[in-house]
């Protein structure tokens, strides 16, 4: 048996395509989403993911404005930023670069930023109201991995998902989102033990650990749907994901590949919630885009 890939970069470019249809409509209407981007220093990582998503939003329309902080920027220079943007009618959506230098208390940026603008979803609030089941923000590469699921007509409900990984931004959410869909959710981490029984026994196994070549197919049941969250670069400056791909292929039935995976649909779900915040703060009507 051999898996079908998806390939998440060519569902991304059709999302995409839609998008850029309902902002122009949007634009009609007088509205034009704004993402605001901001970053602080110059870790080239990171300088790349916020250029990667200031032409996105770009690309299908969107109004974005990046802004650049010295490393030096102080706790106060970065709140008050934060309060003007809150406060701009012609921003709808606020993302703030992560990691912050050491200086800074990430936390207290965050929860700075007004909800309705919360387009990263990781305020306290939309956090909540995800536990909750409530319509929110949802952070982006979890939403990245749940639209996968529904373009590809996976479904959920009764599944049993194991999430390899417990971080902010994709185990927690992306096991509390698929649970909201009716899967049955294990968590393991670092410190859990016998982690095979766990994984062999996956429906869909979601891989978000950040160590290349991980998961084998040896670790997963036949017919098991596999993501892989992982963007590792290895020696010879390639990128490369959590599980070894090439195994894995010959068990599963559905598997993401690395790169061209779950990577373009996070940048296309920040998108996403940029347009819904736009839609929201202008009193329009929401259809799915
Ligand atoms: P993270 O914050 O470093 O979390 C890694 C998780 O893996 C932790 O929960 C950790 O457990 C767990 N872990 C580490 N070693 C383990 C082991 N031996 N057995 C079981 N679990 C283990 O990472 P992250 O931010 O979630 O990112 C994970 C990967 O996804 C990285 O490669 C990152 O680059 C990638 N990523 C990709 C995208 C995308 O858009 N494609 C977005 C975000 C992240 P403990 O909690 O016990 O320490």
Redesign the pocket.
Known sequence: MSAEIIYGRELAEDIRERMTKEVADLRELGVVPGLAVVIVGNDPASLSYVRGKDKASKKVGLESNLIELPEEVSQEELLDLVDRLNHDSNVHGILVQLPLPDHINEDEVIEAISPSKDVDGFHPVSIGRMMAGKETFLPC?PL?ILTMFKEKEISLEGKHVVV????R???KPIGQMLLNENATVTY?????KN?KDFTQNADILIV????PG?ISGDDIKDGAVVID????RIEDGSLTG?VDFESALEKASYITPVPRG??PM?ITMLLHNTIQAAKQLNQIPQRSS
């Open positions: 590469t990245g390899l990984g417990r971080s931004i994709v185990g393991c981490h670092s410190r859990t982690l978000a650990v950040g160590k991980f969250v992982g963007v590792n959590d779950v990577g996070t």
